[in-house]
């Protein structure tokens, strides 16, 4: 079955810790891109990537790494300069930068 | 003002009635998108359009290009139905098509039996 996994489906991080929220996609999709959902706002994009080892900043993108090392997977790191972090990641996918995204499932951050 | 907005934020319904979910934008779009989210958070695209009206099963969503308005119909409603509804639209001319697309803050549905 062809689709788009993310891992893990919760994640907790500590104060000064970095984390990396896992996706996969096996739908041979070049371009893919992370979102961030807060409560009672629409989602914000963080990175995107059209193509292997590229990607570039979205409207949100301070706080957060990425890398598009292969063409199935696109690991976001939260990193310890993002204050706020608690809130839901959602990766997507495209066959094109235009063409309809194919979302995963989302990991939700919490901060303890 | 967001660039896309949605009316109603919520919306209640009786299982069995026809709702309507509406979408405006202020900006030019090479296409609208109708994204249906569960209450577990994923999210699952129902159409993509440019013009006219697309039909899914009980689902339709139409668009008027000149007046950047763009509803969604669900066709008698059922309790499975209940989900939030996300418009998001793909802007024209986005410096290189990266496909960035801009959401609305969703309308959250909730069908009773």
């Known amino acids: 079955d062809g689709g788009i996994t993310q891992s893990p489906k919760y994640l907790f991080r500590k104060e000064g810790q970095n984390v990396t929220l896992s996706c996969e996609q096996n739908?041979?999709?070049?371009?893919m891109y992370w979102y961030r959902q807060d409560p009672g706002q629409g989602l914000r994009l963080i990175y995107y990537?059209?193509?292997?080892?590229?990607?570039q900043k979205g409207d949100i993108a301070e706080g957060y790494s990425v890398s598009r090392e292969k063409k199935e997977s696109f690991p976001l790191t939260v990193t310890s300069a993002q204050k706020n972090p608690t809130a839901f990641y959602l990766c997507?996918?495209?066959?094109?930068?235009?063409?309809?995204?194919?979302f995963g499932p989302g990991t939700r951050l919490l901060v303890l | 003002k967001n660039e896309v907005e949605q009316s109603p934020q919520n919306l209640t319904a009786q299982e069995g009635e026809f709702i309507t979910i509406n979408c405006s934008y202020s900006?030019?779009?090479?296409?609208l998108h109708w994204l249906q989210q569960h209450p577990g958070g994923g999210i699952v695209s129902l159409f993509m359009?440019?013009?006219g009206k697309k039909k899914h099963g009980r689902l339709i969503a139409t668009i008027n290009i000149q007046e950047k308005h763009s509803s969604l119909h669900i066709t008698a409603s059922h309790p499975r139905d209940s989900a939030v509804y996300i418009c998001a639209v793909t802007p024209r001319g986005y410096g290189g098509s990266q496909g960035n697309l801009i959401f609305g803050k969703g309308t959250k549905l909730s069908v009773k039996p």
């Open positions: 990537s059209q193509i292997v080892n590229d990607f």
């Open positions: 900006v030019g779009i090479s296409a």
């Open positions: 739908l041979n999709h070049d371009a």
């Open positions: 997507a996918s495209s066959f094109l930068a235009a063409s309809a995204q194919y």
């Open positions: 359009l440019s013009s």
